[in-house]
């Protein structure tokens, strides 16, 4: 079994920082990526994920938003500035785990945290 868990969330005023972390723990064998999505009333989308020498950003979090990742300790940061009201969501952490070397991959999600900004 495979956990997630997220930390960081709550209630800040537009223009301000949050710092959520996540850590993976249980029987991991290697993570090939890791990352955050978020999801307000309707689906979830990707916010930010590294992994593979890559890092991608949703476009409407370019420039304000910085993902971080200590592959030793299995975690992932994800730094928020110039937070706005639409940036409002239940945030998840996500990682792709292979249980066993040479194994597949599969995606396991955290319980998700809330971030709200609002004056």
């Known amino acids: 079994q495979v956990q997630l868990v997220e930390s960081g969330g709550g209630l800040v005023q537009p223009g301000g920082s949050l710092r959520l972390s996540c850590v993976a723990s249980g029987s991991i064998a290697s993570i090939n990526v890791m990352g955050w999505y978020r999801q307000a009333p309707g689906t979830r989308e990707l916010v930010a994920a590294t992994g593979g020498g890559s890092t991608n950003y949703a476009d409407s979090v370019k420039g304000r938003f910085t993902i971080s990742r200590d592959n030793a300790k299995n975690t992932v940061d994800l730094q928020m500035n110039g937070l706005k009201p639409e940036d409002t969501a239940v945030y998840y952490c996500?990682?792709?785990?292979?249980?066993?070397?040479?194994?597949?991959?599969?995606?396991?999600w955290g319980q998700g945290t809330q971030v709200t900004v609002s004056s």
């Open positions: 996500n990682a792709r785990v292979s249980t066993r070397y040479g194994g597949p991959y599969y995606s396991y």
